[in-house]
């Protein structure tokens, strides 16, 4: 069974930085794609990042030069730093991670800007 756990979140000032962790258990290893989301109250979810299994990363504009995406551990677990954070990233950030076909998805991390 696949378990996807986000954490790092928490409440930063403007102009701060946080460290979010997306770790895979299971019977799983490596993904396909893995995509940080995020969902504000009253909005609608929005991608934020994604990583390929080669790599390969794109950014959302509005989070473009602030997040990085990269991996680490064998490909188990996917980072979001978030620099330069502004109260609008405030959210619940979620990870999907994908793997031949299939979606799993974590219980998410709240992040909280204050300005």
């Known amino acids: 069974q696949v378990q996807l756990e986000e954490s790092g979140g928490g409440l930063v000032q403007a102009g701060g930085s946080l460290r979010l962790s997306c770790a895979a258990s299971?019977?799983?290893?490596?993904?396909?794609?893995v995509v940080w989301s995020r969902q504000a109250p009253g909005k609608e979810r929005e991608w934020v990042a994604y990583?390929?299994?080669?790599?390969?990363?794109n950014y959302a504009d509005s989070v473009k030069g602030r997040f990085t995406i990269s991996t680490e551990n064998a490909q188990t677990t996917v980072f979001l730093q978030m620099n330069s954070l502004k109260p609008e990233d405030t959210a619940v950030y979620l990870c999907?991670?994908?793997?031949?076909?299939?979606?799993?998805w974590g219980q998410g991390t709240q992040v909280t800007v204050s300005s």
């Open positions: 990583i390929d299994t080669g790599d390969v990363t």
């Open positions: 999907t991670w994908s793997k031949r076909g299939v979606d799993y």
């Open positions: 299971g019977s799983i290893f490596g993904f396909d794609r």
